[in-house]
């Protein structure tokens, strides 16, 4: 029985979102919304101070510090942790997950969430892989709102086993959300967003980095605007989240900065010629953002 057919019967569902951060806060409020809402949500953080906030902003219902207490009669479970967290939290929750239990994830990358929910999951629980490609630069639960995946691409990436009931309750979650689920496969995910969300981010750090370390920057800095703040948003992100974002995709970032250093050489070159050709170079790449921002409208 999905959780759509649960609302039906006036049933309410208990979820629990581990991490109370950005994602998860902004899910809890998300799926709170509306007065007649059935998702009853109790959420996990560490720290007591994370889970009082959450509270305060009506994220969750009830708050724990204790991951056992928190998903023993979950029905869906929701891992909103930087990604090589997720490992952890499914080796340490697995006994204590109720049988037919719907867990999924919100992790930037997925071929290795994949492999630690086969292994360590107990077979009478479902896992769905899902990635909302949402989130901004500022984060923590005091960053949290409900809009946050309005319209958003939600990626998910059920696993062999998931029934297709399991997976018709994540995709209701997901349009509970706002956001349009996309199935996809993990390798291919991975892939993709490396080359459109993880390498942006690093080229931002590494501008950042660049810059505030010249011995002009005190000078350049009274300089920088709209388009040096465009370019750098990226780098004001949660340094731990992206740094476990890298260390779980390495190859295919790798591939992607290997790619970007040789069409950045391209540019450098025809800076260098300084012939009609660089003209034509950004006219091509304004084109095409053009027709991409088209599309997405």
């Known amino acids: 029985m999905t959780l759509e057919s649960l609302r039906c019967y006036n049933r309410t569902v208990l979820v629990a979102i581990i991490g109370l951060g950005l994602i998860g806060g902004s899910i809890g409020l998300a799926l709170r919304q509306g007065k007649k809402s059935r998702w009853k949500i109790v959420g996990y953080s560490r720290r007591q101070e994370t889970v009082a906030r959450a509270l305060s902003l009506g994220a969750i219902e009830r708050g724990e510090t204790n991951l056992a207490n928190t998903v023993e009669r979950a029905e869906l479970v929701i891992i909103a942790t930087p990604?090589?967290?997720?490992?952890?939290?499914?080796?340490?929750?697995?006994?204590?997950?109720?049988p037919g239990c719907i867990v999924t994830d919100t992790a930037s990358t997925k071929v290795q969430v994949m492999k630690w929910a086969e292994e360590m999951l107990p077979p009478r629980v479902d896992f769905i892989g899902g990635h909302p490609m949402a989130g901004r630069e500022t984060y923590g639960i005091q960053a949290a709102e409900a809009e946050l995946f309005r319209r958003c691409t939600y990626c998910l990436t059920p696993s062999e086993r998931a029934s297709p009931e399991s997976i018709d309750t994540v995709v209701g979650m997901t349009k509970k959300l706002g956001a349009k689920p996309l199935f996809i496969?993990?390798?291919?995910h991975d892939h993709l967003v490396a080359g459109i969300s993880h390498l942006p981010m690093l080229l931002s750090a590494a501008l950042v980095s660049l810059t505030t370390k010249s011995s002009s920057w005190s000078r350049m800095s009274?300089?920088?605007?709209s388009g040096?703040?465009?370019?750098?948003?990226?780098?004001?992100?949660?340094?731990?989240?992206n740094a476990h974002i890298c260390l779980s995709n390495q190859k295919a970032i790798i591939d992607w900065i290997d790619r970007f250093t040789k069409e950045l050489e391209r540019y450098r070159r025809l800076v260098i010629d300084g012939d009609k050709r660089l003209e034509r170079a950004l006219t091509e790449a304004g084109k095409a953002r053009q027709k991409w921002l088209k599309q997405t409208r």
């Open 185 to 188: 496969d993990a390798q291919e």
């Open 228 to 241: 040096y703040q465009d370019l750098t948003r990226l780098a004001s992100g949660n340094p731990e989240v």
């Open 83 to 98: 990604v090589l967290t997720v490992k952890e939290i499914l080796c340490k929750m697995a006994p204590h997950l109720r």
């Open 222 to 225: 009274k300089l920088a605007s």
